[in-house]
């Protein structure tokens, strides 16, 4: 898992949520703030330029950069969250990059967009769809699976865990002031977190 691939993620992320940008703010609109698609849309429009201004060394570069991007550049919770899981990444990854070394990176991502969201799984935000994921390359490592089927597991365990969010009712987030009213709908962070994982599949296989 070099450098290169993490550049790669993060283009192919960006490609996915300008295509999905519609969708994710529909989705928003109906248990948020109608801004999610939008405001990702942009901030890894500007993560795109700035990793192709800066040419990081490194797999932790990229990572570090991308999240600290999307801090700086992207509105609502989306950014923080994000930007800190991407940040814990790049400071706990270390080099060369293994399918190891990666899952346990990812998995102190999660625990910072727990710890800033102050979620939990069945809380009803992108935690649904990243400790799943999380969770399948912990057991991709334990079973030996190698990167590019390691990655597809996880891929398809965030879209699995993000599809589960529709039956919940919100517990953090601005979809919590909704109540029950938040029954019924797809969390849009969980969805956006499920394309950033297919991208990442994506750009392995």
């Known amino acids: 898992m070099d450098t290169e691939l993490f550049v790669a993620w993060f283009e192919e992320a960006a490609r996915l949520i300008h295509r999905d940008r519609d969708r994710l703010t529909r989705l928003d609109a109906a248990i948020g703030d109608a801004d999610h698609g939008t ?3 942009r901030g890894l429009t500007e993560v795109r330029k700035v990793l192709a201004d800066s040419a990081p ?3 932790t ?9 999307l ?3 992207v509105g609502g919770a989306s950014g923080p969250l994000y930007g800190s899981a991407f940040r814990q990444m790049g400071k706990t990854l270390t080099s060369p990059v293994t399918l190891a070394g990666f899952a346990g ?3 102190e991502g999660v625990v910072a967009v727990e710890r800033l969201g102050k979620a939990a799984l069945g809380d009803k935000t992108m935690v649904d769809a990243l400790a799943p994921a999380s969770r399948a390359l912990a057991l991709a490592v334990r079973d030996g699976v190698g990167v590019r089927k390691a990655l597809d597991q996880a891929a398809l365990a965030a ?3 993000a599809k589960a969010t529709i039956p919940m009712q919100a517990r953090r987030g601005r979809a919590s002031y909704l109540g029950e009213r938040s029954i019924g709908h797809e969390d849009p962070g969980a969805a956006s977190a499920a394309l950033f994982m297919e991208a990442l599949a994506t750009v392995a296989g």
């Open 159 to 161: 879209v699995d865990g």
């Open 105 to 107: 990176a990812f998995e």
């Open 61 to 69: 570069e990229v990572l570090t950069t991308a999240g600290t991007t």
């Open 57 to 59: 060394g490194s797999a």
């Open 71 to 73: 801090i700086r550049r």
């Open 39 to 41: 405001n990702l849309d």
